[in-house]
């Protein structure tokens, strides 16, 4: 496992956009794929993006498909969640998880998680 720290977190206007941030301590992030995910008061936690541990590949779900991108710099060990368009239903608390190779949407398979940043979208 390893340990990972969400920052970028805020509170911004319908239509804004915000930069999250995942850093690791004490092991290499890019040894991992990495997921976003997301939960709102009262729902599931919800896939978000993914990326390959390469960074050759990502994945999103319909719902943030084109106003979402996932990258990484394996150079500063940082994988950065760039959100635009952002709207009221992307509040939440956003996590960042690790996993040796899958970089989907199912979140048991992520090994290592984060604490979590706080996301709100007002309208």
């Known amino acids: 496992q390893v340990q990972l720290v969400e920052s970028g977190g805020g509170l911004v206007q319908a239509g804004g956009s915000l930069r999250l941030s995942c850093a690791a301590a004490g092991r290499a992030l890019s040894a991992y794929a990495v997921g976003w995910f997301r939960q709102a008061p009262g729902k599931e936690r919800e896939f978000v993006a993914a990326i390959s541990f390469g960074g050759a590949s990502t994945n999103y779900p319909d719902s943030v498909k084109g106003r979402f991108t996932i990258s990484r710099d394996n150079a500063k060990d940082t994988v950065m969640l760039q959100m635009n368009s952002l709207k009221p239903e992307d509040t939440g608390v956003y996590y960042c998880?690790?996993?040796?190779?899958?970089?989907?949407?199912?979140?048991?398979?992520?090994?290592?998680w984060g604490q979590g940043t706080q996301v709100t979208v007002s309208s």
């Open positions: 998880a690790a996993a040796r190779r899958y970089y989907g949407g199912n979140k048991a398979l992520y090994d290592s």
